[in-house]
């Protein structure tokens, strides 16, 4: 009669030994990195998002500025060039400026925060003699990881003011 054997050899027991150690090693790095991704992609999709809103809604209002109304300049603690205010075609008056990492509109007086993410805009009229031609630079960004900033710059977009 063989006696049966049971139990693992000491050779099966140093390989799993060395398999958990290399996963234990490998593991939580893998972890950190696909976690960094993610914040950085997501934050990636979320200044984008903010960014093309946020110009659509200027772009949309200062078309329909009356382009003698409009006036550029810089809000105190701020950049240079970054507020504009100017009366658009319906009577209403339009602001927008930053302020910290917001890009504030004001229409008469009633503020709304289109953006908390913020970080650089410039208004211009890059032709001296075409004041009808507003150029808005726009710069966002969102904190990731390790207090780290992905930021995204938008080419200048030139808008022309429709109206007198």
Do not use: C, W
């Not at 398999?19 to 999709?45: C, D, E, H, K």
């Not at 339009?94 to 007086?109: H, P």
């Not at 805009?121 to 003699?129: E, G, L, V, Y």
């Not at 080419?155 to 003011?161: A, D, E, S």
Request: glycine residues 6%; positive net charge.
């Amino acid at each position: 009669m063989r006696a049966s054997r049971r139990g693992y050899t000491l050779v099966e027991l140093m390989m799993v030994v060395a398999i958990v150690g290399t996963i234990s090693m490998i593991g939580p790095r893998l972890m950190v990195q696909m976690q960094n991704f993610y914040l950085l992609t997501s934050a990636r999709g979320e200044i984008q998002r903010d960014a093309r809103a946020s110009i659509e809604v200027v772009n949309r209002f200062l078309r329909q500025a009356q382009y003698r109304t409009i006036i550029i300049d810089s809000v105190s603690g701020q950049g240079p060039y970054s507020r504009i205010r100017f009366k658009h075609i319906d009577g209403r008056n339009f602001q927008y400026r930053q302020e910290g990492t917001k890009l504030i509109q004001a229409v008469d007086g009633v503020e709304t925060v289109l953006t908390r993410n913020l970080v650089y805009i410039a208004f211009t009229f890059p032709r001296s003699d075409y004041p009808r031609l507003v150029s808005v630079s726009m710069t966002m960004g969102k904190k990731t990881y390790l207090e780290q900033i992905k930021e995204l710059e938008l080419t200048v977009q030139k808008i022309r003011v429709m109206n007198d």
